[in-house]
Every structure is written in C-alpha cells, then in structure tokens.
C-alpha cells in the first residue's frame, strides 16, 4: 500500500510539473514542455504558414534519431516545389541541429511567419 501510495504522489508531481513547465519564446509566445521537447528533438518537421505560402523546417538525422550526424532542411514547399536546402549540419555536436533549427523557426516567426 505504502508503495501504491508513493507511485501516485509521483506521477502527481509529474503531471504538475508538465502542465506548470513552460519556454517562453523571444516573441513572447509560451511553449508546453512537449512543444519544446519536440523542437530540441527535431522528432517532428515544422510548418510555417504566410497567406498562402508554406515552408518546413526540419532535421534529418543520418543515425539515431536525436543525435549527429544531422542536418537542417528548408524546404519552399508552395513557392519552390522540390526546393530543399541544408541550412546547417553537424557531424558530432549533440543538440547542434535542434538549437539551429529553433532559432531559424523563431526568425521566421519574427518576421510574420506563423510556425506550428
């Protein structure tokens, strides 16, 4: 009982540092813990949307996922179908590839991108 008693207060604790966790983003938006886990992961392709133009940014990774060899794609999916450009890549530096991304997808939001 003792143990049952401990695995709940732990999962509790849990779940309320998820829900309280959050990144703030230099735009001011607030990022959930799985938001910003994917972002740092690269796990998920972004989307960023301007009227009616669409453009992705996402990792690939050569291995594991997560970790180098990666690289990060830009792709003008409505304007320059096929366009794929390697904006950065990194052979060995964990989290390289993640950092790089984030910050690309926090400029093009800055300038009237909405990303997802």
């Given at each position: 009982m003792k143990t049952l008693i401990t695995m709940i207060c732990m999962v509790a604790l849990m779940i309320c540092a998820v829900a309280q966790a959050q990144?703030?983003?230099?735009?001011?938006?607030?990022?959930?813990?799985?938001?910003t886990a994917t972002s740092i992961l690269g796990s998920a392709s972004t989307t960023c949307t301007k009227g009616n133009l669409s453009r992705t940014v996402e990792i690939t990774y050569a291995g594991e996922q997560g970790k180098a060899p990666c690289e990060v794609h830009y792709k003008k999916v409505t304007e320059a179908p096929g366009h794929d450009q390697v904006?950065?890549?990194?052979?060995?530096?964990?989290?390289?590839?993640?950092?790089?991304?984030?910050?690309?997808?926090?400029?093009?939001?800055?300038?009237?991108?909405?990303c997802s």
């Open positions: 990144e703030v983003t230099p735009q001011g938006e607030a990022r959930t813990i799985a938001d904006l950065w890549s990194a052979e060995h530096k964990s989290g390289y590839c993640e950092k790089k991304k984030r910050e690309f997808v926090d400029k093009l939001t800055s300038w009237g991108w909405s």
